[in-house]
Nanobody
Framework: QVQLEDSGGGLVQAGGSLRLSCAASGRTFSMYAMGWFRQAPGKEREFVAA????????YYKDSVKGRFTISMDNAKNTVYLQMNSLKPEDTAVYYC??????????????????WGQGTQVTVSS
């Protein structure tokens, strides 16, 4: 079992920044990757970014490239999502997720085994 606790959401003006955190506990030693997804009201959950456990490979949704940065602190079993130049369309509940699968398809929800409870990000115009 793995427990994920995500945090760091809030209300920010357009152009502002937030940093999300996701702390993993439990059976993390066999984890392959962690990711961030988001879900806006009335929309499906979508991929935002992912990173492999060693931190050597990262993946991003096209619309966040250059604005968001995912990083890993293995000593703390924590993944971060630094979000800069935020836009109103980034408003959503953000969820972290953990994958125990060796794959290159980390942009798909089906590749993840555990999920955090979600943290709300609201960007005002």
């Amino acid at each position: 079992q793995v427990q994920l606790e995500d945090s760091g959401g809030g209300l920010v003006q357009a152009g502002g920044s937030l940093r999300l955190s996701c702390a993993a506990s439990g059976r993390t030693f066999s984890m392959y990757a962690m990711g961030w997804f988001r879900q806006a009201p009335g929309k499906e959950r979508e991929f935002v970014a992912a990173i492999n456990w060693r931190g050597s490979a990262t993946y991003y949704k096209d619309s966040v490239k250059g604005r968001f940065t995912i990083s890993m602190d293995n000593a703390k079993n924590t993944v971060y999502l630094q979000m800069n130049s935020l836009k109103p369309e980034d408003t959503a509940v953000y969820y972290c997720a953990a994958s125990f699968r060796r794959t290159s398809d980390y942009q798909y929800l089906r590749e993840y085994d555990y999920w955090g409870q979600g943290t709300q990000v609201t960007v005002s115009s």
